[in-house]
Each structure stands twice: as structure tokens, then as C-alpha cells.
């Protein structure tokens, strides 16, 4: 068991509860941090079975200040810091592209000045992102594919990549960014679009939604599982140097191809008709429409395609993705069939 201790900004979101849950297993004392909200929610570590935990420490925390930083450096002195917290959802990046710059871009920078003032010796874990490839240049994507980001949030997420590459090597620390394609689970927010989906596939088997409203169908994503990511996440910083690594499957799959997995998965045999704004998916045996494209949730710049090679990662960490698309969509349909049975559905 190991006796080190971790800061795990995000603990909220769906990578942080995983994570945390990992490095609890793995013996270590956890501190994750929380936004002070009206109401504050712990469902997915609840879910977990964490919450409670004795080496679980919930800390307040807001990623935009910096004296906030340096206070959780200095109170915890901390062996590692996972910084998972970050306005993530790319299509509010659009509307709100100061706030998504101030947290997801400068927020980073200000937990690595903390690092720098208080303990240079902290390892830090930096949340990068494939859609930092944005109009890909490459394909499939890897470490040294260039960049070019498609979105207020690709932007603040590459300045925040280049500056943990850039204190790694102007202050030797050790600062890693993991570029980590789509990875989706049960415990994914509402907001994005597997797990709306699975979510809106379960009410509708249950006859609590008639019609599932989708932007672009005809994206295309690389989507794993997020509890295996966060593995490699610990695993990048394990090693005795700091490092680049694209986290993903080597697999993509349209939107529409997600929605075919899901409804298969709910029992649900998809016909489609039409195209672009017109299309709709119809559930093949009624001939009802369950399925029509709304454009409001098309964005005013896509990424087409995204599909990352993690060879070096698997070289260099012994990292390898395991649960199939199939095998994913099956479990957070089967989730939400459970949930939305039992009356609740987060
Ligand atoms: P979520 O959106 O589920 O979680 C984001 C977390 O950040 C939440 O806990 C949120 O808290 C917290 N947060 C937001 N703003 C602040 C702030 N100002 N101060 C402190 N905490 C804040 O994201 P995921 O778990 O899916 O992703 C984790 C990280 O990995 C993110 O940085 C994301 O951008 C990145 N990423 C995710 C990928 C994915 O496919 N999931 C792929 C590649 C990168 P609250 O609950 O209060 O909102
Ligand atoms: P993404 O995830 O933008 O890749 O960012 P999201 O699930 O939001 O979108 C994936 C693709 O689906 C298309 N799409 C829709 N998306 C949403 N959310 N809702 C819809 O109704 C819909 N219809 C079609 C989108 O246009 C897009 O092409 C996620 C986040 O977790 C980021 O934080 C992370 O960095 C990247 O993954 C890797």
C-alpha cells in the first residue's frame, strides 16, 4: 500500500470520482476539491461508495485563485496534483469563452505557480485534451501530431498544455499532460453526448420521452472508458520522467453509430431516413420516430474527426484500453435504465 498523498482538483466530476476511487484502493490520503455551490454535489462519489471514506478529504477550492492554490499546496503538502477541475463542456466554451479561459486556461497556471512557490517537488498531472487536434492534421493523431484547437475550450486547454510542458522545462518539474481522447461511463454528465443517449435511449424504452434531439450526428469520435483513463493518468506519474501521452482506442465511431449501439443495447432495432437537419432515426419495428436532428446543438466550428493512436503510452506505461464501444454503451444504458426505473436519473 502506498503511503503518499494526492490533490485531486474536480473530485466532482466524473474523472475526479474515479480517480479518487483509485488512488483510495491504492492507499493513498486523497484531498479533492469542490466549488462552494448552493448545492453541492457528491452523487458520483456517493455512487462509488467513497464518500464516506477515512482517507478522503473534501476540500473547497476554486481553480481561478490563486491564493486558493497556494493554500491547498501549503495545508496539504501533497506528493502528487491531478488538475481535472475545468469548464469542460466545449459547446458553453462558446458562449462563455472568458470564463472557460480564466478556469480551464489560467486556472492551470495558477496551480502550477502554487507547486512552484510551495513544494517544486509535487508531481503535477495536467487534464490535456484531443480536442486540442481540433481540424485534425493527421490521422491517426499522436504526441507530435501539430495542433489546432476549434474552440474556446481547445484554446484555454493548449495554453494550459504548453505552459505544464513549459514549467517542466524552465523549473525541472515534474509536469505531465496526458492528451486524453472522449472516455465516457455511467458517471458522464448529461450535458455530453453519449451519456445524453444512453440516458434519453432508457426514458424512451420506458415510454418517459418520445423523441431524442442530436446536433451532428456525423462526427466522429474515439470514445473509451473513463475508469481505465484515469489509470494511465496515475501511471504518468509513476514514471521517473515527466512526459507527453495520448490516452485513446484507436477506434471511431460516428454519433450515429453511438445512438445505433445504445438503442441495440436497450433492444431498440434503428432504421434511419433523411439527411443533415432532416434526418431521423425511427425505431424499426413501430416506425416511430424516436430520433431528429435539432441545429441548435450544432456548434459554430466541429471537430469532424478525432482518433488517437496510444502506443506510446502503452510502450512506456503498460497502458491499454480494454472495454470495446460496445461493451460501454451497453453498461451506461443498462445505468440508465436502472436509474430512470428508479425514479432518479443525475
Ligand atoms: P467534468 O466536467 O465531469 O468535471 C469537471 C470538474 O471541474 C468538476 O468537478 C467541476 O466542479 C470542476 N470545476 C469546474 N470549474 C472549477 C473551478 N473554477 N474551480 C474548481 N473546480 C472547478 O469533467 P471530466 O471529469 O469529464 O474531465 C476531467 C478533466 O479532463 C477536465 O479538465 C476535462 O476538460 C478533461 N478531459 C476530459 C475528457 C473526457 O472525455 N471526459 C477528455 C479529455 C480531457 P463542479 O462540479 O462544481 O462543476
Ligand atoms: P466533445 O464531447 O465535444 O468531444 O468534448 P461531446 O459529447 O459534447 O460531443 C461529441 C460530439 O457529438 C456531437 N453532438 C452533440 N454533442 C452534445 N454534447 N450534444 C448533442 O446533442 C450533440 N449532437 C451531436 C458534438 O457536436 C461533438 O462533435 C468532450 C469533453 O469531455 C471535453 O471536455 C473533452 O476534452 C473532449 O471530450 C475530449
Known amino acids: 500500500m502506498s503511503n503518499k498523498s494526492a490533490i485531486i482538483t474536480g473530485i466532482t466530476g466524473q474523472d475526479g470520482a474515479y480517480l479518487a476511487q483509485l488512488l483510495l484502493e491504492k492507499g493513498y ?3 479533492g476539491t469542490y466549488r462552494r455551490s448552493s448545492s453541492v454535489n457528491f452523487w458520483r462519489i456517493s455512487e462509488l461508495g467513497i464518500e464516506q471514506h477515512p482517507n478522503l478529504h473534501l476540500v473547497e477550492y476554486d481553480l481561478t485563485d490563486l491564493s486558493s492554490s497556494i493554500r491547498l499546496l501549503q495545508s496539504t503538502q501533497a506528493d502528487e496534483v ?23 486556461g489560467i486556472g492551470a497556471v495558477n496551480l502550477l505557480e502554487a507547486i512552484r512557490i510551495v513544494n517544486p517537488k509535487a508531481r503535477f498531472y495536467q487534464a490535456s485534451t484531443s480536442e ?15 495542433f489546432y484547437p476549434r474552440s474556446p475550450y481547445g484554446v484555454a486547454k493548449l ?35 453519449t451519456r445524453k443517449i444512453t440516458d434519453s435511449i432508457a426514458k424512451i424504452k420506458l415510454g418517459k420521452l418520445d423523441v431524442l434531439e442530436l446536433g451532428n450526428m456525423d462526427a466522429k469520435r474515439d470514445w473509451g472508458f473513463a475508469k481505465e483513463y484515469v489509470e494511465g493518468m496515475w501511471r504518468m506519474l509513476q514514471v521517473d520522467t515527466p512526459d507527453t501521452f495520448v490516452l485513446a482506442t484507436n477506434r471511431t465511431e460516428t454519433v450515429r453509430d453511438f445512438v445505433n449501439l445504445a438503442a441495440k443495447a436497450a433492444g431498440i432495432e434503428m432504421a434511419w431516413q433523411g439527411e443533415a437537419e432532416h434526418e431521423r432515426g425511427l425505431d424499426a419495428k413501430t416506425g416511430k420516430v424516436i430520433v ?3 441545429p441548435k446543438f450544432y456548434r459554430p466550428a466541429e471537430v469532424e474527426l478525432l482518433i488517437g493512436n496510444p502506443a506510446k503510452a502503452t510502450e512506456k506505461l503498460g497502458w491499454k484500453p480494454k472495454t470495446t464501444l460496445e461493451e460501454l454503451s451497453r453498461m451506461m444504458v443498462e445505468a440508465d435504465l436502472r436509474r430512470n426505473e428508479q425514479g432518479f436519473s443525475f
Open 132 to 146: 486540442m487536434f481540433g481540424k485534425v492534421q493527421a490521422i491517426p493523431q499522436v504526441e507530435e501530431t501539430p
Open 292 to 294: 431528429a436532428v435539432n
Open 82 to 104: 491531478y488538475n481535472l477541475a475545468a469548464q469542460s463542456f466545449v459547446g458553453v466554451s462558446f458562449d462563455q469563452p472568458l470564463t472557460t479561459a480564466d478556469i480551464t
Open 159 to 193: 495554453y494550459a498544455h504548453w505552459m505544464t510542458v513549459n514549467y517542466r522545462e524552465s523549473y525541472d518539474i515534474f509536469a505531465a499532460s496526458g492528451i486524453l481522447f472522449n472516455h465516457e461511463s455511467p458517471l458522464r454528465a448529461r450535458e455530453f453526448v
Open 29 to 31: 490520503v486523497v484531498y
